[in-house]
Nanobody
């Protein structure tokens, strides 16, 4: 089963930082836009950030703009999410997924979760106040 492996989550105090990583062992992410999503208990899944394959165009959830930075290393087939100035409301399980329909992010990418596949098990991020 092709599935992302996410890592880097943990418990951090408000204002702290974490760097999440995701990859699919032995699988190339070439040509896919990649998205990070999150889901808090009792809440719907939200698109957090998206990065295009080649031109590194990105998009962000409004509430994380200026605090989170998505990047990718195509040579390593790995996508990262650098999270800074973390807030308790960022607490959630964070997931990575590949957009099999598009290689480029646009303003609607984060709202089209149905276009994404290869969802991983996620990594828990907990921000204490």
């Amino acid at each position: 089963q092709v599935q992302f492996v996410e890592s880097g989550g943990g418990l951090v105090q408000s204002g702290g930082s974490l760097r999440l990583s995701c990859a699919i062992p032995g699988f190339s992410l070439d040509y896919y836009a990649i998205g990070w999503f999150r889901q808090a208990p009792g809440k719907e899944r939200d698109g957090v950030s998206c990065i295009s394959y080649r031109d590194v165009k990105t998009d962000y959830l409004d509430s994380v703009k200026g605090r989170f930075t998505i990047s990718r290393d195509n040579a390593k087939n790995t996508v990262y999410l650098q999270m800074s100035s973390l807030k308790p409301e960022d607490t959630a399980v964070y997931y990575c997924a590949a957009n099999l329909m598009r290689s480029r992010c646009d303003s609607g990418s984060l709202s089209r979760a149905h276009e994404y596949s290869y969802w991983g098990q996620g990594t828990q991020v907990t921000v204490s106040s």
